[in-house]
């Protein structure tokens, strides 16, 4: 093995070091559990790779970019830009999020990548040249690259007599990146797979083609990785990867980024590191390298969230749901009276959401959604608007958020987005910034954009169907889905899953949209109310049905955001899942959730404080539940009293779950 020559050493906190003759610079994560290292190849080309505790997980990859087909990063040597790491220690306030105050801290590295200008015109043009940029980031929870490209045009601005005589297309020589992600074993995987069940477990040899992220690795019973991107440029493509079958090596898909702008700066490519699942679940790296936000936002309100979409048909005792003002009115008071924080009016409410001529401001109902608004506010209760991409895009957007924003509308939700993936990018960017200006929130339905952490900067932007929709796939929904769902895109960021859905006796409903039954119980269904993370937790049931459960009622209603924490408290990709989250009041609750195999959990309580005994509300699925055939039976166990030291044994039938309600009163 060749010795190498270390030329210096640098002794803050043992971030780094560098060796001579190979450029080799290494950043730690403040624990020094993780290293990022940084070098040129052997071929002179920009590689890095990560080990945890010592042992590589991704081994020696290329950092890649090109001009069109010319290689922008050949023949050079990476300096960095300091002489060492920056170390960085701060806390995060979000307006919501998982809870209420993160750690920020982590080591970060810039270093300077030469571009000759000759690679775009000629290698015997004389001329500056420019560098590209590469920064580093390692927290204790992962490690993060993003690369900052110099645009075509703006290295041919450095040669005004190069650029003289060509036009500004002709400057525009498009970016494209190729980077590698080697992993360093055949680890197990699974992956976001639109609105389809997960796909996985797979080995990484096994996967041979195409794969989306977020995509969340077992690289051994304790390392967990997830493989993302984090602050998504306006010009950016979202990440796709691709690798071949038999290797372990996955590559970001070319493709062609064009940018009006002088600088690109590429995604942050984002490697999380977690002992288990649930560490990958509870972190807020995807979130912490957007930046913080320009604008006030006080006015979001994160919380529960009625939807009329599926009490459209539902029947009790003679009155018929429908999406009318009626039904609109029974909805909002039921809200009020929970303390939950508003209603969703979903399609078709301004006319046939898919006609070019229904005009999103004037059509069908408009006028009783101004009365509904209205009413809500006076109930102190906000309402939410359904908007099509189709109206969305045959009339100006701004003028239809205005008036939403105008009319008193709490937030949007913008259905069936057209476009490949770079527009729909850009739709979703503008329509954010435009939401936020008329003080909307919004979630965007239907093979949305991959959550990339824009809830920092945007906290309007509160969820997303970054999933399948648990009433909507009955052909690929399945118990296991929801416990693969909650390791994979709900890493990414928050989901709306639709859970909450109560009338599940066996056969058809009345419902008017998607009649089935949903593969789960009544104590499970109300845990997945919890256990999903989202700004908008959207129920789909009418008040009888949620009444006709008090004690899952009463836990339904104890979910009041602003989180002040969040804790995966076990769990296994596929298998089960327990989360614990601490109210805006400071009350605990439990949510438990199974596959489609019963099991019995024993969940310590060593997360309340350590001193005083509190009260539980304990509700669990009885004896004879099952998910297919009895699926709302379920036990109550009201005034059990708990300590730090307790352990709460829960018993989960097959598709079940368990929902345990601490009042601390703290």
């Known amino acids: ?340 924080q508003g209603l969703l009016l979903d399609a078709n409410w301004y006319g046939p959401e898919f006609e070019k001529d229904s005009d999103p401001t004037k059509g069908d109902k408009a006028r009783d959604v101004q009365r509904i608004i209205k009413y809500g506010k006076e109930k102190g209760v906000g309402v939410w608007l359904y908007l099509n991409d189709v109206a969305g895009t045959n009339y100006p957007i701004e003028e239809t958020l205005a008036q939403y924003g105008e009319w008193g509308a709490a937030g949007v939700k913008y259905g069936f987005m057209n476009g490949n993936a770079l527009e729909k990018n850009r739709k979703t960017q503008d329509i954010t910034r435009l939401c936020a200006k008329y003080n909307l929130m919004v979630d965007y339905h239907d093979y949305p954009v991959h959550p990339f952490g824009q809830m920092r900067t945007w906290p309007n932007a509160v969820t997303r169907e970054y999933c399948k929709a648990q009433l909507d796939g009955h052909q690929i929904f399945h118990p296991k889905t929801f416990v693969t769902s909650c390791f994979v895109n709900m890493v990414a960021g928050p989901i709306d899953q639709n859970n909450g859905f109560l009338e599940l006796h066996q056969g058809r409903t009345t419902r008017r949209d998607n009649n089935q039954e949903v593969p789960t119980t009544v104590t499970g269904e109300i845990a997945r109310t919890l256990i999903t993370w989202s700004g908008a937790t959207v129920i789909p049931d009418i008040p009888e049905y949620y009444r006709k459960y008090p004690a899952l009622l009463e836990f339904l209603s104890a979910e009041k955001q602003p989180w002040r924490e969040s804790i995966t408290l076990a769990g296994e990709i596929d298998e089960y899942i327990v989360m614990a989250r601490c109210n805006a009041d400071g009350d605990w609750l439990i949510g438990a959730a199974t596959n489609e195999e019963a099991r019995t959990i024993g969940v310590p309580l060593d997360f309340l404080p350590k001193k005083g005994q509190f009260t539980a509300t304990v509700n669990t699925d009885a004896d004879d539940t099952h998910y297919l055939t009895n699926r709302e039976t379920y036990r109550t166990q009201s005034g059990v009293e708990v300590t730090s030291a307790s352990v709460l044994e829960l018993k989960l039938a097959p598709g079940g779950g368990a929902c345990v309600l601490i009042r601390t009163g703290r």
Request: charged content about 25%; hydrophobic content about 40%; overall charge negative.
């Open 1 to 340: 093995m060749k010795k190498l020559f270390i030329l210096s050493i640098l002794t803050l906190s043992g971030l780094c070091h560098i060796s001579a003759k190979e450029m080799l610079y290494e950043i730690n994560s403040p624990d020094r559990r993780i290293c990022f290292s940084v070098k040129t190849d052997s071929g002179q080309q920009p590689a890095y790779k990560i080990s945890v505790d010592g042992n590589d997980v991704i081994d020696w990859s290329v950092l890649g970019f090109s001009y069109g087909e010319t290689n922008a990063f050949s023949s050079v040597e990476i300096k960095p830009r300091s002489m060492r790491p920056k170390k960085v220690n701060k806390v995060w306030r979000p307006l919501w999020g998982k809870r209420s105050a993160v750690k920020d801290a982590y080591n970060t590295w810039s270093f300077s990548i030469p571009i000759g200008a000759d690679l775009l015109y000629g290698s015997s043009a004389k001329g500056p040249k420019t560098n590209a940029t590469l920064e580093v980031r390692v927290y204790n929870e992962g490690a993060a690259f993003r690369v900052y490209m110099p645009t075509s045009r703006a290295i041919y601005m450095l040669n005004l007599e190069a650029a003289r005589s060509l036009s500004r297309e002709e400057m525009q020589i498009p970016i494209i990146e190729s980077t590698e992600f080697n992993f360093a074993g055949d680890y197990t995987a699974w992956y976001y797979n639109g609105e389809r069940h997960n796909i996985g477990p797979e080995k990484l040899s096994d996967a041979g083609g195409e794969r989306l992220p977020i995509m969340t690795i077992r690289a051994s019973d304790e390392l967990y990785l997830a493989l993302h991107e984090a602050h998504l440029d306006y010009d950016g493509w979202p990440m796709r990867l691709r690798t071949e079958a038999g290797s372990t090596k996955f590559n970001v898909i070319p493709e062609k980024i064009e940018t009006n702008g002088l600088l690109f700066p590429g995604a942050w490519r984002v490697i999380m590191v977690g002992r288990t699942p649930g560490d990958l679940v509870d972190s807020h790296l995807i979130e912490l390298l957007n930046p913080e936000p320009e604008m006030d936002f006080s006015w979001v309100r994160p919380g529960v969230y009625l939807w009329d979409w599926r009490i459209d048909g539902a029947v009790w005792e003679g009155y018929r749901y429908g999406m009318n003002y009626d039904s609109w009115v029974r909805m909002i008071d039921f809200a009020a009276e929970q303390g939950f």
